[in-house]
């Protein structure tokens, strides 16, 4: 059974401050990370993707892949109200191909405090 | 600009009736994906298509079936509907590639419908 866990939280960190999101995934042969975010009512949307280990920035949000230690976190800085959502990790065992062996993690929910 | 759209946002239905979820889709994308969603169990999926008429179980396909007549299209099918299949269902598709990565893994999801069986 693949397994893609998170703290569900919820996380609640001050306006301005940097919200660190963990994910761990229990299968190995992981190739592809999908970070989805979803507010309150609404439906999912990629926010970021990591295929190789290290960091990937885009904007405010930084994705730090550990394959060796089976990681994937998220980093939100400079953190804004707006960003009160939970955040989903999702985790592919190919690069390409069928999204039929995607497997979503349960979430953490994140409130930023004003 | 909507490109998911599912036909209902709230039903609400009785044990033993057939349900149907429609879901279309406006960006000529290949796949196709039904997931239900419950709290602290995270997106399951429930089916997905590829491709016209093709069809494949995903991890929890009892109790449910689906169609796919038109390549835009991606119908839900609840047969005889139970109070364990009360749950918010999201339509979701992506297209083959995406430069630079695999567009099969980016979801673009619909407003989700949220099902009630008394």
């Known amino acids: 059974q693949k397994e893609v866990e998170q703290n569900s939280g919820p996380l609640s960190v001050p306006e301005g401050a940097i919200a660190s999101l963990n994910c761990t995934y229990s299968?190995?042969?992981?190739?592809?990370f999908f970070w989805y975010r979803q507010y309150s009512g609404k439906s999912p949307e990629l926010i970021m993707f990591?295929?190789?280990?290290g960091d990937k920035e885009d904007g405010r949000f930084t994705a730090q892949l550990n394959k060796a230690s089976q990681y994937v976190s998220l980093l939100i800085r400079d953190s804004q109200p707006s960003d009160s959502a939970t955040y989903l990790c999702?985790?592919?065992?190919?690069?390409?191909?069928?999204?039929?062996?995607?497997?979503f993690g349960s979430g953490t929910q994140l409130t930023v405090l004003p | 600009d909507v490109k998911v759209t599912q036909s209902s946002r709230y039903l609400v239905k009785r044990t033993g009736e057939k349900v149907f979820l429609e879901c279309v889709q406006d960006m000529d994308h290949e796949n196709m994906f039904w997931y239900r969603q419950d709290p602290g169990l995270g997106l399951r999926l429930i089916y997905f298509?590829?491709?016209?008429?093709?069809?494949e179980k995903g991890d929890i396909p009892e109790g449910y079936s689906v169609s796919r007549e038109k390549k835009e299209r991606f119908s839900l099918i609840l047969e005889s509907a139970s109070t364990n299949q009360t749950s918010m269902y999201l339509c979701a598709s992506s297209a083959l590639h995406i430069e630079g990565i695999s567009g099969a893994n980016v979801l673009t999801f619909g407003a989700g419908s949220r099902l009630t069986v008394l």
């Open positions: 298509s590829y491709d016209v008429k093709m069809k």
């Open positions: 999702a985790v592919s065992p190919i690069s390409s191909g069928s999204a039929r062996q995607l497997t």
């Open positions: 299968d190995r042969g992981s190739q592809s």
């Open positions: 990591i295929y190789s280990n």
